[in-house]
């Protein structure tokens, strides 16, 4: 049976390690290449190139009604992940804890701007980790946690996608590792364009949480 599917795809890739050219860096650019080769665009967004300040003191994220004040670039940033029809969370294990750039987009994202309408609700999601040896899956679930509380829809395969390596192109050793990120990149764009190719009426009727936010409960 012939189909008229829409196969283009959009994904953002969020790089969230303050070294360039590491480990991560090579990650990323590996996963573009390998989306591109599937016929999708790709905007990566390396975290340590924006102005990205922390949460600050005020406490107003638990009675604002509208995004954070704080002037710098997470409007833009917000805006090129919420055109994507898919996002990858890439970055580090430092200091057994995910990367502080990674770390602070989290948290200022979360309270700051997605809680309010959960606009990145049904995009496709998932995560890949680069550490030497210890404390992936910690970072890794860190990761998923957000996206579950972003309200994405997950897709793995199988594995968790971690990539060992310490110093720089350590990684791009990792066969296994690699493996299982090909995987995962390929069932994200499955998953991403069956629901590209969904009726939005019947994505309305079976994918629209019944709950509220958190902060008006």
Known sequence: MKLNEDLSLHFVIIAGSERSDGNTDQITHYTSDFLADQHCSID???LRDYHIKPCGACGECNIRTQPCEIA???????KRIQQ????????????????????????????GYLRFERPLANKVAGAVVMGRRYAHEAVYHQLINNILLNRMILVGSGYPTVIHGGAPGSGMRDVEGLASLNAHILRMIGMARLLKNTPQQLLQT????????????
Do not use: C, K, W
């Open 44 to 46: 990566i967004i390396y």
């Open 72 to 78: 710098d670039d997470m409007p833009s940033i917000i």
């Open 84 to 111: 994507a029809d898919a996002v990858i969370y890439a970055a580090p294990v430092h200091g057994y804890g995910l990367a502080h750039p990674m770390q602070i987009f989290i948290e200022r994202a979360g309270v």
């Open 206 to 217: 079976y994918l629209h949480a019944e709950t509220v936010n958190e902060r008006a409960a």
